[in-house]
């Protein structure tokens, strides 16, 4: 039996870089039902740093998180976790207002283009496609390799542990503490942190709490070589502004998506044919690329509550039982402040207060707001 101050369930980035913030005042270990802390939708993610994309909560918490991407502390990465790559947001015709819209609630500095500026950025997006766009100069490239093992091995620093293999089989608070029984053994916390991802739920009935009514859903990807006689590595991000579509470069290929969101029950996903057609499709009417060859191919599961946004605090019905869940598609890209948060909230502190002047409160992310949404 190993006793420690914060147990945290899953060891993907929330769970690694919350267990890192925790560390640096308590003992903390993280427990991983998998060989490898990145097996899931962590390792999977095509992730691309863009201050325009989410709800006002989830733009709040990645503004907030720009300054550790930008200067993370010494000795955490041996090299830049963000690499530039504006993002180009497409509207054909039809899809005018619904650019317009984006641009007024973008909350992100995003200037317009026209259809020749679009073709001059993209010179593969199909003639008479794309009838105006917009463009987010200061979106980046995010390396979550380099972002995650940053974590880690902080963590480990501070005197955190990670236990890998350690599947959580039951869970009962008694003696004041969260007694957690897996396959490597027994571990004890007065504070137990449910960043299971796609699992979170099932691990919240597991430990008696009341689920959030979390929701993986699928998401594929691609990669495909670019034309041969084409230099594609200074590409934009490049998207349907409904987000039916986007591709940009990736090691030396293009990275493409359907922009899918069907709903899954937590597992190892895997991709379908259906969806990758579907890709392949959408990209090669919207652009003069050609797929040829899918050169590799993938899902991952994001998984969302009603309303979208993260879930960070305590439960109200299981004491010490604390929610770091519904990271959607933007775990990575919140992950620095997200995890500065969970680590506030989880000790009995406010919210950072550069996290609070940029209009985010607890109750915005706390678990029982969700109580309110299914009433």
Not at 37 to 46: I, L
Not at 294 to 312: E, M, Q, Y
Not at 351 to 358: G, Q, R
Request: hydrophobic share 45%; net charge negative; with cysteine.
């Amino acid at each position: 039996m190993q006793s420690c101050d914060c147990l945290i369930v899953g060891a993907g980035i929330a769970g690694a870089s919350a267990a890192y913030e925790l560390a640096a005042g308590a003992s903390v270990i993280v427990l991983e039902r998998e060989e490898t802390p990145d097996y899931h939708t962590t390792g999977r993610s095509a992730a691309q740093f863009l201050e325009s994309y989410g709800n006002d909560v989830i733009r709040a918490i990645t503004r907030a998180s720009r300054a550790f991407y930008d200067a993370p502390p010494e000795g955490f990465a041996e090299h830049a976790l963000l690499s530039p790559r504006p993002s180009v947001y497409l509207a054909r015709e039809d899809q005018l207002d619904d650019l317009a819209g984006f641009q007024k609630d973008a909350g992100a500095d995003t200037a317009e283009l026209t259809a020749a500026e679009v073709t001059e950025l993209v010179p593969v997006v199909r003639p008479g496609y794309a009838a105006a766009g917009l463009i987010e100069e200061n979106a980046s490239d995010i390396d979550v390799h380099a972002l995650q093992q940053g974590y880690l091995k902080g963590l480990r620093r501070r005197g955190g542990q990670v236990v890998t293999r350690a599947e959580v089989t039951a869970a009962r608070r008694t003696g004041g503490a969260w007694q957690v029984e897996t396959a490597q053994g027994v571990f004890v916390a007065p504070v137990l942190v449910n960043a299971a991802g796609a699992w979170a739920d099932t691990l919240g009935r597991l430990a008696g709490a009341e689920p959030i009514g979390l929701q993986p859903k699928r998401r594929t990807a691609i990669t495909f070589d670019a034309p041969e006689d084409v230099d594609c590595r200074a590409w934009p991000l490049v998207a349907d502004i409904a987000e039916r579509f986007y591709f940009k470069p990736e090691s030396g290929r293009l990275l493409a998506s359907p922009g899918d969101e069907t709903p899954m029950e937590p597992c190892d996903v895997q991709p379908e044919e259906l969806d990758i057609a579907v890709t392949v499709d959408r990209i090669e009417r919207a652009t003069t690329l050609k797929v040829r060859r899918i050169a590799h191919k993938w899902a991952g599961l994001r998984s969302f509550v009603a309303d979208k946004s993260l879930v960070i605090g305590f439960d109200e019905t299981a004491e010490g039982f604390f929610w770091l869940a519904g990271q959607g598609g933007y775990g990575i890209q919140t992950a620095p402040a997200a995890a500065r948060c969970a680590a506030a909230l989880a000790t009995g502190a406010g919210l950072p207060d550069d996290v609070a002047k940029l209009g985010l409160t607890a109750e915005a992310i706390a678990p029982a707001r969700l109580e309110q949404i299914r009433v």
